[in-house]
């Protein structure tokens, strides 16, 4: 069974930086893309970012471009999302995301806060 952990969530002031990580368990991490989404109270679920298996390919929400990154470590079954310039629109429930074995997969979420 396909387990999705998330952690590192935080309250942090406009302007900062979190980071994000997500372990995986439970199927072959390296061979699976993996990928952020966010939701905001009230709000649809957002896609945030993308990265390919092997880690070579990363696509970004508009949001999010330029101030965010996806990565990944294959060896800790992990992936991170480095989030700088925070803003208050980032504020939502952080969630990883995975497809495999024909089903959507989701971790619980994290919770990240960005406010003065």
């Known amino acids: 069974q396909i387990h999705l952990v998330e952690s590192g969530g935080a309250l942090v002031q406009p302007g900062g930086s979190l980071t994000l990580s997500c372990t995986m368990s439970?199927?072959?991490?390296?061979?699976?893309?993996m990928s952020w989404y966010r939701q905001a109270p009230g709000m649809e679920l957002e896609f945030v970012a993308r990265?390919?298996?092997?880690?070579?390919?990363?696509i970004y929400g508009d949001p999010v471009k330029g101030r965010f990154t996806i990565s990944r470590d294959n060896s800790k079954n992990t992936v991170n999302l480095q989030m700088n310039s925070l803003k208050v629109e980032d504020t939502g429930v952080y969630y990883c995301?995975?497809?495999?074995?024909?089903?959507?997969?989701w971790g619980q979420g994290t919770q990240v806060t960005v406010s003065s």
């Open positions: 439970g199927f072959s991490f390296d061979r699976l893309m």
């Open positions: 995301n995975t497809y495999a074995l024909l089903s959507e997969h």
């Open positions: 990265i390919s298996p092997a880690g070579g390919d990363r």
